[in-house]
C-alpha cells in the first residue's frame, strides 16, 4: 500500500489514483494520524518517509484539483475525511497543499457542502492564525468560496474566523499581497451577509478599515471591499461610519470604473447610504445621482439592475427630487427604454424606479408621454414575484394621471393584476392592492375585478396587519361597492318609470 501512495505523489496525472490513496489511509490510519500530529524532530526516520509520503501525496492532490473531473473523483473516493484529518497536522508542508486543494475543491457546491459537514471550518479558522502568509492566503480564499452558505457563515464565526480576517485588514504590512487581500476581504464580504457576522465585525471597526482599501488598484479586491460595504451599510449605524470615515466620496469616485462586478457592489452599497439624509446630501454634492443613473446603459444586466434600485432612496431622499430627475438629460428616456429587457432582475428594478419618480406629477405626465403605461401593460402576464410587486406599484403610481385609469383596463391589464393576489407573498398583495384600488376608479374596471373574482381576496386583505393593505384593499371594495349601489339605484328607477 505504500508504493501505490508513493505511486500517487509521483504521477500526479490519473483519477484512478484516488482510490488507492484512500486504501492506503485506512490500513495505516491509525499510525498515520500519529506521525501528523507529532513535531518532525520527535519522529523516526520509518515514521518520515510515511510523512514524506503524505507530503508528496497532499501536493500531488493540489496539483490534480485543477480539474473539475478529478474533483469529482476525488468526491467520490471519500477523499474530504482524508482532507479534514491532514488538515489537523502540525507540519505547515502538509497543510499548505492540503488547504490549497481544498480551496479548488471549495468552488463546487457539493464539496461546500462536504467540508461544512466534515467540520473542517474549525481547522481553517486555526490555521488562518498562522504566520504562514502562503497558508493564510489559502484559508482565507477558501473561506471566501465556502462562505456562500448561512451555516457555513455561522461555523466561521463561532470558530473565532471574523477577527484573523479583520486582522489581515489591519496589517498593512501585507498590503502589497494581492490573493491575500483579495482573500480575506472576499471572507469578510461573504460573513457579513449574516446579520449577527455584522454585529461582531462592528465591534472590530470593520466598516473603518473597509474604507481604507477603497484606494486599493485591484478590481477584485475593490468588489469585494464595496460588497462587504454593501452588507455592512444596510444597519444605520454603519451608513454613519461609512459617513464618517470619509468612505463616500471614495466610493462615488469607483462609478467611473468599468469592472462590471465591482460596479454591481457599489450600486447597492450607495442605495443603502442614500437611505441615509445626511449621507444623501453628501452624494447630491458628489453629483453621485448622475454616475449612478449612468450606470443603466452599462451591459451588464445586474449593474443595470442594481443600479435602477438604487435610484429609488436617491429619487425619494433628494432635497429637490423632481427637479433632479427631471435636470438629468435623457433620464427617464433611458428608464422607460430598459422596460424593453428581456432581463426579469432588469424589469423589476426599473418598474421599482418608475414608481418612485412617477411620485412627482410633472414627472409622471413626461412619463405618460413616453407611452409608459402601454411597456407597462406588455409585463403583466407574469408569474415572477419580485416582477409582481414592483409592476403593480409602477401602475399603482402612474394610473392616477388623464386616462390612464382607463386606458390601462382597455389594455387588460386589470385580470392579470387581479391574479397577482394569489402569491403567497405578502408584499405582493400590498402593490397589488395599491393598484387595484387606483384601477378601480374607473367603472369599467370594477366591473372587471368583480367578474375576476378580486373580492375575496380583498376581503381577506383587509383582516392583513400591514396598514397600507388595509386602506387599499377597503378603497378598492368602496369603488366596487359604490358601483354596484349605483347600478341598483339605476335599476330601480327604471322600474319606477
Same mark, same amino acid.
Given at each position: 500500500?505504500?508504493?501505490?501512495?508513493?505511486?500517487?505523489?509521483?504521477?500526479?496525472?490519473?483519477? @484512478?489514483?484516488?482510490?488507492?490513496?484512500?486504501?492506503?489511509?485506512?490500513?495505516?490510519?491509525?499510525?498515520? /494520524?500519529?506521525?501528523?500530529? &507529532?513535531?518532525?524532530?520527535?519522529?523516526?526516520?520509518?515514521?518520515?518517509?510515511?510523512?514524506?509520503?503524505? $507530503?508528496?501525496? #497532499? $501536493?500531488?492532490?493540489?496539483?490534480?484539483?485543477?480539474?473539475? !473531473?478529478?474533483?469529482?473523483?476525488?468526491?467520490?473516493?471519500?477523499?474530504?475525511?482524508?482532507?479534514?484529518?491532514?488538515?489537523? #497536522?502540525? !507540519?505547515?508542508?502538509?497543510?499548505?497543499?492540503?488547504?490549497?486543494?481544498?480551496?479548488?475543491?471549495?468552488?463546487?457546491?457539493?464539496?461546500?457542502? @462536504?467540508?461544512?459537514?466534515?467540520?473542517?471550518?474549525?481547522?481553517?479558522?486555526?490555521?488562518?492564525?498562522?504566520? =504562514?502568509?502562503?497558508?493564510?492566503? +489559502?484559508?482565507?480564499?477558501?473561506?471566501?468560496?465556502?462562505?456562500?452558505?448561512? &451555516?457555513?457563515?455561522?461555523?466561521? %464565526?463561532?470558530?473565532?474566523?471574523?477577527?484573523?480576517?479583520?486582522?489581515?485588514?489591519?496589517?498593512?504590512?501585507?498590503?502589497?499581497?494581492?490573493?491575500?487581500?483579495?482573500?480575506?476581504?472576499?471572507?469578510?464580504?461573504?460573513?457579513?451577509?449574516?446579520?449577527?457576522? /455584522?454585529?461582531?465585525?462592528?465591534?472590530?471597526?470593520?466598516?473603518? !478599515?473597509?474604507?481604507?482599501?477603497?484606494?486599493?488598484?485591484?478590481? +477584485?479586491?475593490?468588489?469585494?471591499?464595496?460588497? @462587504?460595504?454593501?452588507?455592512?451599510?444596510?444597519?444605520?449605524?454603519?451608513?454613519?461610519? /461609512?459617513?464618517?470615515?470619509?468612505?463616500?466620496?471614495?466610493?462615488?469616485?469607483?462609478?467611473?470604473?468599468?469592472?462590471?462586478?465591482?460596479? +454591481?457592489?457599489?450600486?447597492?452599497?450607495?442605495?443603502?447610504?442614500?437611505?441615509?439624509?445626511?449621507?444623501?446630501?453628501?452624494?447630491?454634492?458628489?453629483?453621485?445621482?448622475?454616475?449612478?443613473?449612468?450606470?443603466?446603459?452599462?451591459?451588464?444586466?445586474?449593474?443595470?439592475?442594481?443600479?435602477?434600485?438604487?435610484?429609488?432612496?436617491?429619487?425619494?431622499?433628494?432635497?429637490?427630487?423632481?427637479?433632479?430627475? $427631471?435636470?438629468?438629460?435623457?433620464?427617464?428616456?433611458?428608464?422607460?427604454?430598459?422596460?424593453?429587457?428581456?432581463?426579469?432582475?432588469?424589469?423589476?428594478?426599473?418598474?421599482? @424606479?418608475?414608481?418612485?419618480?412617477?411620485?412627482?406629477?410633472?414627472?409622471?405626465?413626461?412619463? &405618460?408621454?413616453?407611452?409608459?403605461?402601454?411597456?407597462?401593460?406588455?409585463?403583466?402576464?407574469?408569474?415572477?414575484?419580485?416582477?409582481?410587486?414592483?409592476?403593480?406599484?409602477? /401602475?399603482?403610481?402612474?394610473?392616477?394621471?388623464?386616462?390612464?385609469?382607463?386606458? *390601462?383596463?382597455?389594455?387588460?391589464?386589470?385580470?392579470?393584476?387581479?391574479?397577482?393576489?394569489?402569491?403567497? =407573498?405578502?408584499?405582493?398583495? %400590498?402593490?397589488?392592492?395599491?393598484?387595484? +384600488?387606483?384601477?378601480?376608479?374607473?367603472?369599467?374596471?370594477?366591473?372587471?375585478? !368583480?367578474?375576476?373574482?378580486?373580492?375575496?381576496?380583498? *376581503?381577506?386583505?383587509?383582516?392583513?396587519?400591514?396598514?397600507?393593505?388595509?386602506?387599499?384593499?377597503?378603497?378598492?371594495?368602496?369603488?366596487?361597492?359604490?358601483?354596484?349601489?349605483?347600478?341598483?339605484?339605476?335599476? *330601480?328607477?327604471?322600474?319606477?318609470?
Amino acid at each position: 500500500m505504500s508504493a501505490r501512495f508513493a505511486w500517487l505523489a509521483n504521477t500526479c496525472a490519473s483519477a @484512478a489514483a484516488f482510490p488507492s490513496w484512500s486504501i492506503c489511509w485506512t490500513s495505516k490510519r491509525g499510525s498515520i /494520524v500519529s506521525i501528523l500530529q &507529532t513535531p518532525r524532530n520527535q519522529l523516526t526516520t520509518e515514521e518520515i518517509e510515511f510523512l514524506d509520503m503524505a $507530503r508528496a501525496g #497532499s $501536493r500531488a492532490l493540489w496539483t490534480l484539483a485543477d480539474s473539475k !473531473h478529478n474533483m469529482e473523483q476525488m468526491r467520490k473516493s471519500g477523499i474530504v475525511p482524508l482532507m479534514a484529518n491532514l488538515l489537523k #497536522s502540525v !507540519h505547515i508542508d502538509v497543510v499548505i497543499p492540503i488547504m490549497g486543494t481544498v480551496k479548488k475543491c471549495s468552488s463546487e457546491p457539493k464539496f461546500q457542502l @462536504a467540508i461544512t459537514t466534515e467540520g473542517m471550518i474549525a481547522d481553517i479558522v486555526t490555521h488562518l492564525n498562522s504566520e =504562514n502568509i502562503d497558508l493564510k492566503v +489559502e484559508c482565507s480564499t477558501a473561506l471566501y468560496k465556502c462562505a456562500f452558505d448561512a &451555516t457555513t457563515r455561522d461555523l466561521v %464565526r463561532e470558530a473565532g474566523g471574523l477577527a484573523p480576517l479583520v486582522s489581515i485588514l489591519k496589517d498593512k504590512s501585507v498590503r502589497d499581497n494581492k490573493p491575500l487581500i483579495r482573500g480575506a476581504t472576499g471572507a469578510i464580504w461573504m460573513c457579513a451577509m449574516s446579520d449577527e457576522n /455584522v454585529e461582531q465585525l462592528d465591534d472590530m471597526n470593520v466598516v473603518h !478599515h473597509l474604507v481604507g482599501l477603497l484606494s486599493d488598484e485591484c478590481d +477584485e479586491v475593490l468588489t469585494n471591499v464595496t460588497g @462587504a460595504l454593501s452588507e455592512c451599510v444596510r444597519f444605520k449605524q454603519n451608513r454613519k461610519a /461609512v459617513l464618517n470615515s470619509n468612505g463616500l466620496p471614495a466610493m462615488v469616485a469607483l462609478l467611473n470604473s468599468s469592472h462590471a462586478p465591482l460596479l +454591481e457592489n457599489l450600486a447597492t452599497a450607495i442605495k443603502e447610504c442614500a437611505e441615509d439624509p445626511e449621507s444623501m446630501r453628501i452624494l447630491e454634492q458628489l453629483d453621485a445621482v448622475r454616475l449612478v443613473w449612468s450606470l443603466l446603459k452599462n451591459t451588464s444586466p445586474r449593474v443595470q439592475a442594481n443600479a435602477a434600485y438604487a435610484i429609488c432612496p436617491c429619487v425619494r431622499n433628494a432635497t429637490d427630487s423632481a427637479e433632479l430627475v $427631471r435636470s438629468l438629460v435623457g433620464a427617464m428616456e433611458l428608464v422607460v427604454g430598459l422596460l424593453k429587457s428581456k432581463e426579469i432582475m432588469v424589469l423589476s428594478a426599473v418598474c421599482a @424606479a418608475i414608481a418612485t419618480i412617477a411620485l412627482d406629477q410633472t414627472n409622471l405626465a413626461i412619463l &405618460t408621454d413616453l407611452r409608459v403605461i402601454y411597456k407597462l401593460a406588455d409585463l403583466v402576464n407574469t408569474t415572477d414575484d419580485m416582477l409582481r410587486m414592483n409592476l403593480a406599484a409602477a /401602475v399603482a403610481a402612474c394610473a392616477c394621471f388623464g386616462n390612464n385609469t382607463e386606458e *390601462l383596463g382597455r389594455l387588460r391589464t386589470v385580470t392579470p393584476i387581479v391574479t397577482y393576489m394569489t402569491s403567497e =407573498n405578502p408584499l405582493v398583495h %400590498r402593490t397589488t392592492a395599491m393598484a387595484l +384600488e387606483k384601477l378601480s376608479m374607473d367603472p369599467q374596471n370594477c366591473i372587471t375585478m !368583480h367578474q375576476s373574482g378580486v373580492v375575496p381576496f380583498l *376581503l381577506e386583505c383587509i383582516g392583513s396587519t400591514n396598514k397600507e393593505l388595509q386602506l387599499a384593499a377597503a378603497g378598492c371594495l368602496r369603488n366596487i361597492r359604490e358601483l354596484a349601489l349605483r347600478a341598483e339605484e339605476y335599476m *330601480l328607477k327604471i322600474d319606477d318609470d
